[in-house]
C-alpha cells in the first residue's frame, strides 16, 4: 500500500477509484493505530491537534475541526485554520457561514464543510434525525453542497442522509462527500474510533458498527487500577512500602559526620 501522504489534489483525482478510509480519534494512541491499519483520513478537533499527534499519524490525511461556536468571526477561523496547517494539519472542518468558507478558500486553505444532519445546527432540521428523507428535504441537502461548492470547499461530511440520495449527490458534485451514515456511494467512510472500539459514551448511532469492546476492557482495567491503589495504600499502613529496594542508602561514616554538622548548628 502507498503510504505517502495525501494532497487535497490526490484524493479529489481518486474520486471513484475506492472508497477512502476516516475515523475520529481523540488519542495519540488512535492516532498512531489509525496510521498502522493504513486508515486515509482523519479527524481531530483543534483542541486536541497537535505536531505530537501529527507525529503519531505522518502519512494519514488530518482534517482539524475548528469549534464552531468557540470561534465566531471569520477573523478567528482564520488565524485558527492557519495555526491548524502550520503545525501540520492537511485541511480544516468548518461549519461556520458560506462567508467564513469562502474566505478561508481565498486564502489557499482547504475547507471541508458539512451537510445532512449537521449537529450544531440541528435545530434547523428536527433535532438528532434524518436529513433529505423527503423530496423537499433531500433537495435542501444537494443545495447545501452545491453552496459548498461555490463558496470553495473540497470536501463534505454528509451525515446521515438515504444511501440513493447521498450516492445521487456525490455524482453529481465535485467535493469528496465523507459518509457518515450516508451510504457507500459517496468517497469516503466515516466513523468515530470510540464507535469502532465500542467504548461510546451515550446513544450510539444507528451507522455506528462495534469491532471491539473497548468498554469492558477499560472498567477492567478500572478494577485492576483501584485495586493497586488499594494495595498500596495498604502497605503504607503496615510499613511494607517504602522497603530497603526503594530507598537510597548512606555510608555509616558519612551519616556520623552528617550528625556531627548539624550538633555543630544547633
Not at 472508497?19 to 492516532?31: D, N, P
Not at 501540520?88 to 461549519?95: E, I, L, Q, S
Amino acid at each position: 500500500m502507498d503510504r505517502t501522504r495525501k494532497t487535497v489534489a490526490d484524493l479529489l483525482g481518486a474520486r471513484g477509484e475506492r472508497q477512502l478510509t476516516m475515523l475520529h480519534v481523540k488519542s495519540f494512541e488512535e492516532a498512531a493505530a489509525a496510521e498502522s491499519a493504513g486508515i486515509d483520513l482523519l479527524s481531530i478537533i483543534d483542541p486536541l491537534w497537535s505536531p505530537a499527534m501529527r507525529a503519531a499519524a505522518p502519512t494519514c490525511f488530518v482534517i482539524v475541526g475548528l469549534l464552531y461556536g468557540q470561534l465566531a468571526t471569520s477573523d478567528e477561523y482564520l488565524r485558527a485554520a492557519h495555526h491548524a496547517l502550520n503545525i501540520g494539519g492537511d485541511a480544516v472542518y468548518c461549519a461556520a457561514s458560506l462567508e467564513t468558507i469562502a474566505r478561508l478558500r481565498a486564502e489557499g486553505i482547504p475547507v471541508c464543510g458539512h451537510v445532512g444532519l449537521i449537529p450544531s445546527k440541528r435545530t434547523w432540521t428536527g433535532g438528532f434525525r434524518a436529513v433529505g428523507t423527503t423530496r423537499s428535504t433531500a433537495m435542501l441537502v444537494y443545495q447545501q453542497v452545491r453552496d459548498l461548492e461555490r463558496a470553495g470547499a473540497f470536501a463534505a461530511e454528509i451525515e446521515v442522509v438515504p444511501e440513493r440520495v447521498a450516492g445521487e449527490i456525490s455524482r453529481r458534485t465535485s467535493l469528496l462527500l465523507l459518509s457518515m451514515g450516508a451510504g457507500r456511494g459517496c468517497g469516503a467512510q466515516y466513523l468515530f474510533a470510540e464507535d469502532v472500539l465500542g467504548f461510546t459514551e451515550g446513544h450510539r448511532p444507528r451507522h455506528a458498527k462495534v469491532y471491539r469492546d473497548f468498554r469492558s476492557e477499560f472498567a477492567r482495567l478500572q478494577r485492576e487500577r483501584i485495586a493497586a491503589f488499594l494495595e498500596f495504600s495498604n502497605d503504607v499502613r503496615i510499613g511494607a512500602y517504602p522497603a530497603a529496594e526503594h530507598l537510597v542508602g548512606i555510608a555509616d561514616a558519612e551519616f556520623e559526620a552528617f550528625l556531627a554538622e548539624m550538633d555543630k548548628q544547633d
